[in-house]
């Protein structure tokens, strides 16, 4: 009814609904480990159902922080870095943090410098640094954010960063073994820029894939990411005469270009070439035909990179490693035995 307002969810409707104590629920919105992550799971899941948003002023002077983490990110309007900005959003809120963004246009270090200082100056606990190209050392990373606790993703295999990815090489070779299984041979690729770590990762696991399996890989054109940037590919390897019954594509995006330009030449997909994408966009299962493709769990990126951030902002002596998380293979139409 109008002038009635809701009323305020909170900590013990949390801790009613997930049959736990506060004691437990309040451990898990401060990211205390003694939490089984069974109950961990269950109780987050609950506060975002239920809405249920920590008190900021309580938590700030109990804790003398901000609540709130920053996101620096380039290629914000790709699939991708979206995806992350979103799940990583999505956590924070869910554990009573707020949010502070800051895209980068060209990602130059001293973009980055402006970014983080802007970040500084908000008082922000801990960043997530989202930053997929390459042109920004790490050494020069690190002095940027200064005291600033800060976890990567989407970035260069390394061990010893504070960082979590999901494993590229592992996908491209999933999607590259898959077609080797079906039986081609000659298996040419699409790839995503080489300035990207992904897309430079994928293409050197679609070469090594191939190699080991004592197969010399066919021609190999970059594309931008979009779906214009893969049917301008595609035509360039139809005009090469690159001879082809299987394509490697670096994302769905540019599968659904490859594709198209495919059909205009008089190629069916999969009779005449099988296409593998990689994403598994929400669209991917309704392309003509349906995809088969790379699923990245972005969702859990997001859970994972915050809880990280969180520990190395509780704990500046947490260890500095790469977790990284693993993609899965689906099998839809878009691919086929070799005839």
Known sequence: MPGVRSKRVTLYDVARQADVSYQTVSRVINNHPNVAPETR???LQIIETLGYRPSHTARSLATQRSCTLGIVTFGAMYYGPSQMMFNVERAAKARGYSLRLSTILNATLDELCEAVGGMRDQLVDGLIMIM???GIPYPDLLAACGQIPFVQTDTEESPDMASVVIDQR???RMATQHLLDLGHTAICEISG???????????ESWQQTLRAAGVTPGLSFAGDWSAA???AAAKQLLAEKAHFTALVVGNDQMALGAIRALREHGLRVPEDVSVVGFDDLPEAAYFDP???TV???FAALGEQSVEYLLSLIDDPETRLEQRTLQPEFVERLSTRPRR
């Open 41 to 43: 799971h269950r109780i």
């Open 132 to 134: 997929p190209t390459q």
């Open 170 to 172: 592992a996908g491209s």
């Open 193 to 203: 820029p080489l300035h990207w770590f992904s897309g430079a990762a994928r293409h």
């Open 229 to 231: 940037g893969g049917y």
């Open 290 to 292: 349906p995809l088969t």
């Open 295 to 297: 699923r990245q769990n």
